[in-house]
């Protein structure tokens, strides 16, 4: 407004100035204007002055602003600096180090890499520490406590619990585990899967008829699944919670070879696993399976996913089982337990949704107390499909 107020006035003065003084030059025309006889001049240089007085008020007024914009802005990027330092798996992976024993900072890193020979990484590793371990750190700092080179402490119980807890994979440790007392080699394959073991407290001999003959309902037999596919085109496989390892040793007289995941609940069954000449891997139900998608040919799991796994669980446990296996690869599911409610509720969409194919569904009601307590049991032999 007061440019447009200023201009006006000097446009209007000049145009006077040359129609009243036609022959004079225009080198200073407002020197001119104050010489103009009847013209008085000092009200209009005053107004000049205040207008020039105004614009540098307003030149300094947005410089002001333009300060204040620019810390502003300082402020907010230094916010979002805050931001990302607090992102999972960056300033919590460090705040998981924080008053760790030294060793825990060591086992979980990070590394440096040496530059340039490791282009697909970085410049720096970490290794796999469970995202269950930060809810747990004195658990934890007592679990990285023990003397570098020597034999650990007797706390495979406590591990374990630990591991439960979800800090799975737990850190990596520079101890040696106490050695078995009495330890005798193990007998040579075949009788190694049938020899009774040194320590008789695990009772397995009922298992031995396990999965030799089809029932017709829940139980079903090795040969009537094995047969749903090409002779010898299931090779390799998982047992999810295989206890003792029967079912690997079954699949091994027909020449299957299956890892068989088991926790230690109530007896040493990894060793035992061992002892049998059968691959025995200590991982639980909440970790990732450690197998490549689409790489096996059958995975089996009796009586561990159950009903006691809350559905999202669940559902990313199903969605890993399809994962791992090939196209055309089986998933013996065997005796589900679970509620009759939740049978048709929850269980049959979710299967369905994870996208298996039904080779075969019997359901059946729990034998001691199903009646009163609703209580059901299905096995499914489900197939990942083959997508054309
Ligand atoms: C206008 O301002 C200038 C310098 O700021 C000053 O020298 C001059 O006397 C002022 N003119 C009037 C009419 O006040
Ligand atoms: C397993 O393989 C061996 C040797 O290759 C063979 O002699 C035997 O018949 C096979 N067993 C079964 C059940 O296929
Ligand atoms: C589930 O649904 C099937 C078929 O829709 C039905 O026959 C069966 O009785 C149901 N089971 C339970 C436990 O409700």
């Known amino acids: 407004?007061?440019?447009?107020?200023?201009?006006?006035?000097?446009?209007?003065?000049?145009?006077?100035?040359?129609?009243?003084?036609?022959?004079?030059?225009?080198?200073?025309?407002?020197?001119?204007?104050?010489?103009?006889?009847?013209?008085?001049?000092?009200?209009?240089?005053l107004k000049l002055n205040a207008t020039q007085d105004q614009l540098q008020q307003s030149h300094s007024r947005i410089e002001n602003l333009q300060t204040q914009l620019n810390s502003a802005h300082?402020?907010?990027?230094?916010?979002?600096?805050?931001?990302?330092?607090n992102r999972p798996g960056v300033a919590?992976?460090?705040?998981?180090?924080?008053?760790?024993?030294?060793?825990?900072?060591?086992?979980?890193?990070?590394h440096m890499l040496p530059l340039g020979n490791t282009p697909r990484i970085g410049s720096?590793?970490?290794?796999?520490?469970?995202?269950?371990?930060?809810?747990?750190?004195?658990?934890?700092?007592?679990?990285?406590s023990y003397d570098v080179g020597w034999v650990?402490?007797?706390?495979d119980v406590f591990a374990q619990i630990l591991m439960l807890k979800g800090c799975e994979p737990l850190p990596r440790r520079k101890c040696h585990p106490p050695q078995p007392k009495n330890y005798a080699e193990p007998r040579p394959l075949p009788g190694s899967m049938w020899a009774t073991p040194h320590d008789t407290s695990i009772v397995w001999d009922p298992e031995k008829s396990r999965w030799q003959y089809d029932n017709g309902g829940l139980d079903f037999g090795m040969e009537q699944v094995l047969a749903t596919k090409a002779p010898g085109s299931v090779r390799i496989g998982l047992d999810i919670g295989g206890g003792s390892g029967t079912f690997a040793a079954r699949m091994r007289e027909r020449n299957v070879t299956i890892v068989t995941?088991?926790?230690?609940?109530?007896?040493?069954?990894?060793?035992?696993?061992a002892s049998r000449g059968l691959i025995p891997m200590h991982v639980s139900i909440s970790q990732r399976f450690p197998f490549f998608e689409n790489t096996l040919d059958i995975v089996h799991s009796m009586h561990v996913l159950s009903?006691?796994?809350?559905?999202?669980?669940?559902?990313?446990?199903?969605?890993?089982?399809?994962?791992?296996?090939?196209?055309?690869?089986?998933?013996?599911?065997?005796?589900?337990?679970?509620?009759?409610?939740?049978?048709?509720?929850?269980?049959?969409?979710?299967?369905?949704?994870?996208?298996?194919?039904r080779l075969r569904w019997n359901t059946g009601m729990k034998l001691d107390r199903g009646i009163q307590k609703n209580e059901w049991y299905f096995s499914a032999l489900l197939e990942k499909p083959i997508l054309t």
């Open 92 to 110: 919590s992976y460090a705040g998981l180090l924080d008053d760790l024993p030294d060793e825990a900072r060591l086992a979980a890193g990070p």
């Open 152 to 155: 650990c402490p007797s706390d």
């Open 74 to 85: 300082h402020l907010l990027e230094s916010l979002i600096d805050h931001l990302n330092d």
């Open 307 to 357: 009903n006691w796994i809350p559905d999202p669980m669940l559902e990313f446990v199903l969605y890993d089982i399809y994962r791992v296996l090939r196209p055309g690869g089986l998933f013996w599911l065997d005796r589900f337990f679970c509620f009759g409610s939740q049978l048709n509720e929850t269980y049959v969409p979710m299967f369905d949704r994870v996208g298996f194919r």
């Open 1 to 45: 407004m007061l440019k447009i107020v200023f201009l006006i006035i000097v446009t209007n003065l000049i145009t006077l100035y040359i129609f009243t003084t036609p022959h004079s030059n225009l080198d200073h025309p407002l020197s001119r204007i104050s010489q103009l006889p009847f013209f008085d001049i000092k009200p209009l240089l």
């Open 261 to 273: 995941t088991s926790m230690n609940f109530d007896g040493p069954f990894n060793s035992f696993i």
């Open 124 to 144: 720096e590793i970490y290794a796999s520490v469970g995202g269950g371990c930060l809810n747990h750190k004195q658990d934890l700092a007592k679990y990285m």
